[in-house]
């Protein structure tokens, strides 16, 4: 992890412009974080684990601009308007701030995963997008300082600052703001050899109709079902760990699926329900019972979208894709193993 906390100091360059770019991966969670306990600290009401994926980057380049008024934002080339805009200029104001800058920057950001469709592409994009800004604008953060920053983008970013599998602390609840924020990081956990895969199913990739954080906020404002899965996702949590360290796929992948549909169960049940299932879905999960009647160690996760991954020994993971696209019509499928953090590619700080 070391070189990618590493600021290159250098002269500023001619125009007089601190830039840094920074690539990170998606994560998708194993056990779920689904709630938060302040939402303008992003405080999970629970703690989550999941694994870095070695497809999808998302690169970010962030370069300060003296003359400019305001941020400029392009994402995938297109400027960024609207909410998108606003969560970007909010985390750009927090570096600032930590900076004493008062700079604004520009911004262009390349996602290679769909945007907003439960693929996890904030959690790459405010990964990437804190390791780039934290590099221009010269704050020297070491990758728990910069996973307590990236959480401040999106929760589930704080993940993404580590490669293969990690757990983010949800912190203390109890005491001062300042004491919540700082034990609430990310860190990589300890695992056996596993060799796993992650086939996803795109079975829509457009954007949802309801972002997870007003999805997330309404299950636990209403619905009945919410704390009785954070309670058993605690456990979860307990029994992922132990499974991760011994080793075993079957049960990590039988705990990842109950925790997950759980997780969707909390949704069904909030006022008015949110319901991210599709037909497909059910098609594709419906595929991975039977990849496990016919003995294929195989489990599903999803998120806030209609998209399945599927975890799965990598030696099965072939197997697991045909059978999956075969499943239903129109879907996509992409074989991810677990991947690196998020680093910087280069750096001119201050
Ligand atoms: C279902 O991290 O996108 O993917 O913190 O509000 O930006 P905000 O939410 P986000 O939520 C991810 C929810 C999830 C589960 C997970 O990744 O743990």
Redesign the pocket.
Known sequence: MSEQHTTLIRPQDQTGAERATAVAHP?I?LI???G?SDERL?LPRTD?L?MTLDIFPTTTHVRLDAQAGHDAVTLNGVPATGEALRRIVTFLDLVRDRAGSLQRAVVDTENTVPTGA?L?S??SGFAALATAAAAAYGLDLDATALSRLARRG????SRSIFGGFAMWHAGRTTGTATDADLSSYAEPVPTAELDPALVIAVVNAGPKDVS??TA?RRTVDTSPLYEPWAASSRDDLADMQVALKRGDLEAVGEIAERNALG?HATMLAARPAVRYLSPATLTVLDSVLQLRRDGIPAYATM??GPNVKVLCRRADADRVAGVVRSAAARVSVHIAGPGPGARLLCGVGR
């Open positions: 994560n969670a779920k974080y689904w938060k992003f989550s999941s439960g996890a904030s959690a999106s929760g589930s970013a997870s954080r997330m997780m998120d806030a």
